[in-house]
């Protein structure tokens, strides 16, 4: 079965930090650049950053430019995103995907930043 299991999410003050985790089963992870998403209350779904398959070349929102880093461990099929500075409009509920060819979402893990 094709999944994605996002994990790591919470409540953190302005300035804090969280790294996220997207455990991906069901395909071969090696073959695919991931990305991450979130999607903000009463917002459509953006992209956050994304992560080649090839050369692990990566992408970051000039929201997000400086403040999150993408990594991932082909290993343990999984994709990280290390959010540091965060700010209270980083508020969102955060999505792990296949960049192209994307599958069903996954539940997604809640990112609520107070300030």
């Known amino acids: 079965e094709v999944q994605l299991v996002e994990s790591g999410g919470g409540l953190v003050q302005a300035g804090g930090s969280l790294r996220l985790s997207c455990a991906a089963s069901g395909f071969t992870f090696d073959d695919y650049a991931m990305g991450w998403f979130r999607q903000a209350p009463g917002k459509e779904r953006e992209g956050v950053s994304c992560?080649?398959?090839?050369?692990?070349?990566?992408y970051y929102a000039d929201s997000v430019k400086g403040r999150f880093t993408i990594s991932k461990d082909n290993a343990k099929n999984t994709v990280y995103l290390q959010m540091d500075s965060l700010k209270p409009e980083d508020t969102a509920v955060y999505y792990c995907n296949r960049l192209v060819n994307k599958i069903g979402w996954g539940q997604g893990t809640q990112v609520t930043v107070s300030s």
């Open positions: 992560i080649s398959s090839i050369d692990g070349n990566t």
